[in-house]
């Protein structure tokens, strides 16, 4: 089946601690985004890349960083210079300039 | 960041109802999305408007791109169960053909 994969659903950390949120997609599809959302808000843009091994920062940048060394994977690190990291992230494709079409989504809570 | 600005905030209706929400922006936009999202879950793409004032229907949903490229709405007809959940639109700029900027939801409730 195609598709966006976010693995894992749930995941937990402890303060001062680096963790890496995996997005995988088996579309074909050039470009792959990091959203944050957090409650009663919007989807707020973190990293982007529309080719690989080449990545734009977004909005909210600071504490994050990706790779993007295949077309299938866009994983995304949250760094512990992250002041406020509990989120649930979003990542999505799509063809260039074309619709982004978003994965199940990964709750980061932080104790 | 930019938010688009969505209105209402939430809506509780009766089943059966009729639903409408919009978007307004002081940026020119190209395209115009609405996503459906359920708890949890990731959003899923319900409507794509591509040309100012038009007017697609995909089922009970109706969404249209403003003429001005500045807004849009979205609309749901006879309202049922399955309707409950947050929607989202989204505008792709002009000029920046990959970053979108979305609204900050309609949370809408649906009673028997």
């Known amino acids: 089946d195609g598709g966006i994969t976010q693995s894992p659903k749930y995941l937990f950390r402890k303060e001062g601690q680096n963790v890496t949120l995996s997005c995988e997609q088996n579309l074909n599809h050039d470009a792959m985004y990091w959203y944050r959302q957090d409650p009663g808000q919007g989807l707020r843009l973190i990293y982007y890349s529309q080719i690989v091994n080449d990545f734009q920062k977004g909005d909210i940048a600071e504490g994050y960083s990706v790779s993007r060394e295949k077309k299938e994977s866009f994983p995304l690190t949250v760094t512990s210079a992250q002041k406020n990291p509990t989120a649930f992230y979003l990542c999505?494709?799509?063809?260039?300039?074309?619709?982004?079409?978003f994965g199940p989504g990964t709750r980061l809570t932080v104790l | 960041g930019q938010q688009l600005n969505q209105s209402p905030q939430s809506m509780f209706i009766q089943e059966g109802e009729d639903v409408s929400m919009n978007c307004t922006s002081s940026s020119i936009f190209n395209t115009w999305l609405w996503y459906k999202q359920d708890p949890g879950e990731g959003p899923v793409l319900l409507i794509a408007?591509?040309?100012?004032?038009e007017l697609t229907s995909n089922g009970r949903l109706t969404a249209q791109f403003g003429i001005t490229r500045k807004d849009s709405f979205l609309n749901i007809s006879a309202s049922i169960p399955s309707d409950v959940g947050i929607y989202f639109c989204a505008g792709q700029l002009r000029g920046d053909t990959d970053k979108l900027i979305f609204g900050t939801g309609t949370r809408l409730q649906v009673f028997p």
């Open positions: 408007l591509y040309k100012a004032g």
């Open positions: 999505a494709s799509s063809i260039q300039g074309g619709t982004q079409y």
